[in-house]
């Protein structure tokens, strides 16, 4: 776990580099990247998720944001990150530092179904 | 079936063929619903004389489901106002019901504050009061923490529990955990093997021909599997419990009453204290109607008894709406 951890900082000192990636993945989302880490966006509407599906480099920040009048909450379902309920207006957000699939529901409305992918960063050349 | 238009089960409602009449005019008019040989059919309007003579004796409770405290938009943005007028009708009842029951999504958002606006309202009914969770009860972070720590005493595994009313077998199950989305029942509630293992051998001993009321948020048939409005593993629960002569099946989170029965089965949703929801399939998404007027609000939302009499085996179930 600690070796991990520390290649992790490591990776954050490329992720000017990384935010460039992150947007290239992201076309169907709201990728916005700045100097400090990237960040995307899940908007939840007419209790969908949209995108989807949503591609992002590792260490990307994903927010989710409830345009609802019915409150939704973000669970994935290997139990990696869980909301609290969301109101209206409200936002949820989770760092994906490791690479793989997150398929997540609303545990409020279950057929309700999304999926982050999370694509390993490269190392710097 | 045609003796029991003279001879209710309570003995004394005779059918009221106009009040009949009135009720097949419009749907959200309060009706009790005799249930005969498993077939439901209309006894009398609410406020008849005769339909509140089917209340004389046996056991009565009221139930009530998806109070939303918490909620905050169109078309109802005091939750707490329709629940305390619920509790008022209760209130009124000439015959008072032995206590009630809650069929979940007391709160909006998991909140303390949600619950205790609810719990103070509820209270002033001054009844014993039988909570089971709704979906948004445990949507805490903590994956239903918040409600067990409150409303989970003495009950087992994670807050289901049975008890005994008047020779009446009541069952309050859970099926707002345990979802397993990508599977073949996708989206659809679960109640899980622990549960169910516990429910059998909570009935294995029990006489055919104890009523038994079981109670869940989530419908225990699938209604509409595109919006979640099902069970997935329903199917063996009811399968411990067709051996009984009466079952009744009281579910919420639809906010609509939907009914349907299945031998000596009988599945009823109720109505919500809050907000209505569309039909199946007939809106966008299962969310509010919040194009719903103020004036007509009261028409979707409502409360509902249930009375056993001794010995008759299946109940008599009256839904009244919110209208005055």
């Known amino acids: ?125 | 079936m045609a003796d029991r238009d003279d001879k209710d089960p309570a003995g004394a409602a005779p059918l009221n063929r106009r009040g009949l009449l009135k009720c097949m005019g419009w749907a959200g008019t309060g009706v009790v619903w005799g249930l005969s040989g498993g077939v439901p059919r209309t006894l009398g309007l609410i406020g008849d004389a005769s339909a509140a003579e089917v209340k004389q004796d046996g056991l009565t409770f009221v139930q009530i489901s998806d109070s939303h405290i918490g909620f905050h938009l169109p078309p109802n943005p005091d939750p707490r106002g329709t629940l305390t007028e619920a509790i008022d009708k209760i209130k009124a009842m000439p015959t008072q019901p032995a206590f009630l029951i809650h069929t979940g999504d007391i709160s909006h958002l998991s909140k303390e504050e949600e619950w205790d606006d609810a719990d103070q309202v509820i209270k002033t009914a001054n009844k014993q009061v039988f909570f089971i969770p709704g979906e948004h009860d445990v949507a805490d972070a903590d994956n239903g923490k918040a409600y067990l720590a409150r409303y989970g005493k003495n009950t087992n595994g994670r807050g289901w529990y049975s008890f005994d009313v008047a020779g009446v077998h009541f069952i309050g199950l859970i099926n707002v955990y345990d979802f397993q989305p990508g599977f073949k029942s996708a989206g659809l509630a679960k109640l899980g093997d622990e549960q169910l293992e516990w429910l059998e051998k909570d009935v294995a001993g029990r006489s055919t021909s104890t009523p038994i009321v079981l109670m869940a948020h989530l419908p225990l048939w699938t209604i509409y599997e595109p919006w979640g409005w099902g069970t997935a593993d329903a199917g063996r629960a009811l399968g411990y419990l067709k051996r009984f002569g009466s079952v009744t099946v009281l579910n919420g989170h639809i906010h609509q009453i939907v009914q349907k029965v299945e031998g000596n089965l009988t599945f009823h949703t109720a109505r919500s204290t809050a907000f209505p929801i569309p039909a199946a399939g007939t809106g966008p998404a299962p969310g509010p109607m919040k194009e719903v007027a103020a004036g007509e609000l009261h028409k979707y939302l409502g409360i509902r008894t249930v009375n056993y009499v001794r010995g008759k085996g299946a109940p008599a179930l009256t839904d009244s709406p919110l209208v005055a």
């Open chain 1, 1 to 125: 776990m600690l070796t991990r951890r520390i290649r992790l900082f490591g990776a954050l000192g490329l992720t000017s580099l990384l935010a460039v990636a992150a947007s290239q993945f992201t076309a169907a989302g709201k990728a916005t990247g700045d100097a400090a880490a990237s960040a995307a966006t899940v908007d939840i509407d007419n209790f969908k998720f949209a995108p989807p599906t949503l591609t992002v480099a590792a260490g990307t920040t994903v927010t989710w944001k409830n345009e609802d009048d019915s409150p939704h909450r973000i669970g994935a379902k290997n139990g990696a990150f869980t909301s609290a309920a969301l109101d209206t207006d409200g936002t949820f957000s989770h760092t994906f530092a490791a690479p793989g699939e997150y398929p997540y529901i609303c545990t409020i409305h279950p057929y309700m179904a999304g999926k982050i992918i999370v694509k390993p960063t490269k190392p710097a050349s």
